[in-house]
């Protein structure tokens, strides 16, 4: 996460909401995953494919609720879920990457 897309709306929301991440740029990332130890082979973008896999996990979910009614505690807990996702989704569409990176342990 790139410093000046911290200060964006969706960004600041899902930060706000997921109080246990640590919004990183993709160097301070590879730094921190150095200093554990680790020689960092490869670093991926794969924010695009990650939001694909949320929308159509979401499209399934719509799917299985429209065949099977949820009870009126598994709506409350589908609707936490789902607010999740999409705060997540609009904050990878604000700046926040999703990376795939590969490392070797020295």
């Known amino acids: 996460l ?6 964006k709306d969706a960004v600041k929301k899902w930060i706000a909401k997921e109080k246990d991440v640590v ?4 160097i301070e990332m590879i730094k921190q995953w150095k200093g554990l130890g680790y020689d960092v082979r490869t670093s991926e973008d794969k924010t695009e494919d990650y939001k694909l896999f ?9 799917e299985h609720i429209s065949e099977q009614k949820p009870d009126a505690k598994t709506k409350l807990l589908i609707v936490k879920e789902v607010e999740k996702w999409t705060t997540r989704y609009m904050a990878l ?6 990376y795939r990176i590969f490392a070797i342990k020295r």
């Open 2 to 7: 790139d410093p000046a897309d911290r200060e």
């Open 54 to 62: 949320i929308i159509n996990g979401l499209r399934r979910l719509v």
């Open 23 to 26: 919004p990183m740029s993709s």
């Open 93 to 98: 569409n604000e700046g926040l990457r999703y």
